[in-house]
Every structure is written in C-alpha cells, then in structure tokens.
C-alpha cells in the first residue's frame, strides 16, 4: 500500500522530495513492528507483488528520479527501503534526484510488460498462477542494480548527504 500510495503522490503531485518514515517493512519476530507497536506483516504479504521489497522501492527511486524526485528515507532504523538516508533537519537541503539511465529503465519497463506483470486493477492473484518467478527475480535485481550509484542517489549541499542504508534482508 505504500508503495502504491508513493506512485500516486508521483503522479499527481509530482514532488521533488518524497520522504518517507516508519515505513521499513521489516517485521522482526519480537518486539514492536509498527509505529503503533506490535503487529503483523501485510496480510497480502505472500502477493507476488511483494517478493522483494528492496527492489520494489528501487523501482519507485529509479521512477521517481526520471521525473525529478528524491525518495529519502528518514528512519535510522533496519529498512528494506533502498532510498538512501536523511534526516528530518536536513530534508530540506536535498535538491536532486540524481541522473538515471533511460535506456535501461525502458528495457527494464518493457521486460515488465513482456512478463504482464502491469495489474492495474491491482488482482495480482491471477498473475500469481501464470508467473515466471526466476524473470521476476532477474528484473528484480535489474531494478536494484539501477537504483545503486547510477541514480546519483539524493544530493544536498553539492555532496552526497546521505549515509550508507542498512538493508534488512529480502524474504
């Protein structure tokens, strides 16, 4: 639902900055896992939508950087979000998104559409049955391997202003 949510604000806003927060997606077996303390992971959470995380907000980075945007994470905790780090006091210092690869991501899109893997009515479950799990794995790490150093990740100051992510690992 965040991720959707984040396509929407994309589109209809189209903001240089989306900063997000309390959205890590990691669930820890103990302990809280929500900003309201203990709870469950997505009840979609076997959706085939949802294997890999990580790649999923690479994606969103990677599109939202063709349009001028900067997806920071504000958390200092475990994410599997791959936006690279921010802090709140320094969120309005982020001027960039950073340069990404066209070519690549309209390979990438239409690897996508080749798959079918577009649900716009968002009923994954039929593509569930028909699905080329390995492909989707490869676009997976295709999509990472993009978000990496070549979206220029965030910029502040003319310096790269955000440190290191901490990546939970994909499940």
């Not at 900063?19 to 997606?25: K, L, R, T, Y």
């Not at 699905?131 to 003319?158: F, H, V």
């Amino acid at each position: 639902m965040a991720f959707t949510t984040a396509y929407w604000a994309l589109a209809e806003y189209r903001p240089g900055v989306m900063a997000f927060m309390g959205c890590d997606m990691v669930y820890p077996d103990q302990g809280p896992t929500h900003f309201y303390g203990a709870g469950a992971a997505d009840p979609l959470r076997a959706d085939i939508s949802l294997r890999d995380l990580g790649a999923k907000s690479a994606r969103l980075s990677v599109l939202a950087a063709l349009q001028g945007c900067a997806c920071v994470n504000l958390s200092g905790d475990v994410s599997r979000l791959m936006f690279p780090r921010c802090d709140a006091a320094d969120l309005h210092e982020v001027t960039e998104a950073g340069a990404v690869d066209r070519h690549m991501v309209g390979s990438l899109l239409a690897r996508e559409r080749a798959l079918g893997y577009a649900t716009p009515d968002g009923r994954h479950d039929a593509f569930q049955e028909r699905a080329d799990l390995e492909a989707l794995d490869a676009l997976d790490r295709d999509w990472q391997g993009l978000s990496g150093p070549a979206t220029g990740r965030a910029q502040s100051g003319g310096r790269t202003a955000l440190p290191t992510v901490q990546f939970a690992p994909a499940v």
